[in-house]
């Protein structure tokens, strides 16, 4: 089906129209700190049926991936920017704190990014575009001797969401040490 509502869904303008209410209703709740996203809910507030939601989301997880789009593109563009950096140790370093800050920002999207299956193929086309900079990252910190071999975009990212994890179940009192101990384990060892 051709895409006839402007945002390149390929949805109908009225399948196109709840979508983005249903998102909206999303947002609006996440926001307003009611992170349950309960999918009976949003259709209420969306003024929509069920099977509606059910047909653009069929579950939870597939609705937060969708809410995480435009967090995944920050992230894209901020691992690009790293890989250039001229220090790729430092762009490294700064890459990781901007990831650990937006997951720990937005509980739902570290789910997301430590998910290892997704919903919806523009989620796996986005964690694809972050592991293919953050690799070009990595091969340049490699060839400058700051980091070990072996270690892949996709562990980074695992290794990251452990952080995360760790940050949170501490109230953040330790964030800098556990950042400071995954770059140093990250290094060449000794």
């Known amino acids: ?24 209703v999303a ?18 507030l969306a003024g929509v049926g069920v099977g509606t939601v059910y047909r653009h989301f069929p579950d939870r997880h597939a609705l937060v991936e969708a809410l995480s789009v435009e967090r995944f593109r920050e992230l894209v563009e901020q691992a690009r920017a790293a890989s250039s950096a001229e220090d790729a140790l430092e762009g490294l370093r700064g890459l990781l704190r901007f990831t650990l800050d937006l997951a720990l920002d937005d509980p739902d999207f570290a789910t997301v990014l430590s998910s290892a299956g997704d919903a919806r193929a523009q989620t ?20 400058s001797g700051a980091i070990r071999g072996g270690v892949e975009a996709d562990d980074v990212r695992r290794l990251l ?17 556990y950042l400071g101990v995954l770059l140093e384990g990250l290094r060449p060892p000794r």
Do not use: W, Y
């Open 1 to 24: 089906m051709a895409a006839r509502s402007g945002q390149g869904t390929g949805l109908r303008p009225d399948a196109a129209r709840n979508r983005a209410r249903i998102l909206q």
């Open 27 to 44: 947002r609006e709740r996440v926001a307003g700190g009611d992170n349950s996203l309960q999918l009976n809910v949003i259709a209420r």
């Open 124 to 143: 796996s086309g986005m964690k694809a575009e972050l592991d293919e900079a953050v690799a070009v990252l990595l091969d340049r910190a490699r060839l």
């Open 161 to 177: 969401c452990g952080v995360e994890h760790a940050v949170r179940s501490g109230e953040g009192e330790r964030r800098e040490l």
